[in-house]
């Protein structure tokens, strides 16, 4: 079956870094469009990041342009998320997720409803 392994996360203090990584078993992952989402609490989960199977399309939110970077290893079935300048704000449980079988290697998914598997999330903390 498909797994998506979240790894990574932690606590920071405000300013401070992390790496996330998602390892996928189980799917064609060269062929399959990713994300990473996050949810805090009280609040929807939302797309923070996107990236394409051919990793020359990626999506970022407004509020982590310039702090965060998605990036892919296909030969490692690994997607990573790059997380800088962390503010108290970014705080959620990160979630990766992945869309299967995409035809077109620049298509990323920004729905969170063409996400057909998903991690069970890693919690990401940014003290102030």
């Known amino acids: 079956q498909v797994q998506l392994i979240e790894s990574g996360g932690g606590l920071v203090q405000a300013g401070g870094s992390l790496r996330l990584s998602c390892a996928a078993s189980?799917?064609?992952?060269?062929?399959?469009?990713m994300g990473w989402f996050r949810q805090a609490p009280g609040k929807e989960r939302e797309l923070v990041t996107a990236?394409?199977?051919?990793?020359?399309?990626?999506y970022y939110t407004d509020s982590v342009k310039g702090r965060f970077t998605i990036s892919r290893d296909n030969a490692k079935n690994t997607v990573y998320l790059q997380m800088n300048s962390l503010k108290p704000e970014d705080t959620a449980v990160y979630y990766c997720a992945a869309k299967s079988r995409v035809y077109s290697g620049s298509y990323y998914a920004k729905e969170t409803s063409e996400y057909e598997y998903w991690g069970q999330g890693t919690q990401v903390t940014a003290s102030s």
């Open positions: 990236i394409s199977w051919n990793g020359d399309s990626t």
């Open positions: 189980g799917l064609i992952f060269r062929r399959s469009a």
